[in-house]
């Protein structure tokens, strides 16, 4: 089964507490918590913003990970990608 991914920020929505919440406190299944929550988005920004956003969190992400990304790497992946989410397109 195909892991459904965050359209903001493309983190997997592997669990249910990281699925966000519609203004009626219904799941939201689009989006984390971390980008939606109650209805809306939880900052008003760019997709470079949040791409610079996502990568504060490499070293998080290559410790927990098979592969470990530079940050130039890990940059290019996100600028190819994000423009493919739901936010961004």
Request: charged share 35%; aromatic share 12%; hydrophobic share 25%.
């Amino acid at each position: 089964m195909k892991h459904k991914l965050c359209q903001s920020c493309g983190m997997p929505l592997s669990r249910k507490e990281d699925i966000a919440t519609n203004a009626d406190q219904s799941k939201n299944e689009e989006y984390c918590i971390y980008c939606f929550k109650d209805g809306s988005f939880t900052s008003d920004c760019t997709m470079n913003e949040m791409i610079e956003k996502c990568l504060s969190y490499l070293n998080e992400f290559n410790k927990d990970s098979d592969v470990e990304y530079t940050r130039e790497e890990a940059l290019k992946n996100m600028q190819d990608f994000f423009p493919k989410l739901k936010r961004w397109s």
